[in-house]
């Protein structure tokens, strides 16, 4: 979407740290949300952080918000092939979701 | 059990026809929406009901039509297919009120040749 901007792009080694980043428009957005889709198949709620929020951490998954900046990033820890995926930043305005073009992570070994 | 399954999973039909998809939530959701995801990977709304009442209909051409006989279950049909509605369309659903997001159907893949 045009109000929800992401990289296209990001190859990452085998056990490096994958960072996706994700820049929004709508300050008045309660909750932020990164959704994974596997090739084929449908989208996945990988995790989302309320607005309120700085940082959010669920295992492996890292959720950095800077909600001046209007920036959201998602940190994979130890990445593995099955992480290899499209990952969508999205952000929720009047019951509406609306994505990002979505980042291509592909793993490489 | 499947939370929100649509059928059919892929659709291929000749242009000019007219066809139906599927959408069921057993999750006791009560808004749920279309969404259309083109060659690029880009998603866009198309339709959201809230308890059987359209409240989402973004720019779409009036041949699609949403219909949602109740809250757990919202049909998209499809009048007079065209090259362009080639594409993946997505079912959700969701609680109107909370931040938990939507849960996604796996889609359906329609074809038009």
């Known amino acids: 979407g045009e109000d929800v901007e992401q990289s296209l792009f990001l190859s990452v080694r085998e056990g490096d740290s994958s960072v996706i980043n994700c820049t929004y428009t709508?300050?008045?957005?309660?909750?932020l949300y990164w959704y994974k889709q596997e090739p084929g198949a449908g989208l996945q709620l990988l995790t989302y952080?309320?607005?309120?929020?700085d940082m959010k951490q669920d295992q492996r998954l890292t959720v950095l918000l800077n909600k001046k900046d209007k920036h959201l990033s998602l940190r994979i820890a130890d990445t593995q092939t099955g992480d290899s995926a499209i990952y969508f930043c999205a952000e929720i305005n009047d019951y509406k979701l609306s994505f990002g073009a979505g980042t291509t992570v592909t793993v490489r070994a | 059990d499947t939370a929100v399954s649509q059928t059919p999973k892929y659709l291929v039909t000749q242009m000019g026809n007219d066809k139906s998809i599927k959408c069921e939530q057993n999750?006791?959701?009560?808004?749920m929406y279309w969404y259309k995801q083109d060659s690029k990977k880009f998603l866009k709304i198309m339709f959201s009901?809230?308890?059987?009442?359209?409240?989402i209909n973004e720019t779409v051409p009036n041949r699609f039509s949403p219909k949602s006989p109740d809250k757990a279950h919202l049909n998209l049909h499809i009048n007079s297919l065209e090259l362009g509605d080639s594409a993946v369309y997505f079912c959700?659903?969701?609680?109107?009120?909370?931040?938990?997001?939507?849960?996604f159907g796996s889609g359906t893949r329609l074809t038009v040749v």
């Open positions: 009901y809230n308890n059987k009442e359209l409240i």
């Open positions: 959700a659903s969701s609680q109107r009120t909370g931040g938990s997001g939507y849960t």
């Open positions: 952080i309320f607005s309120n929020m």
């Open positions: 999750l006791g959701h009560d808004t």
């Open positions: 709508d300050s008045s957005s309660t909750y």
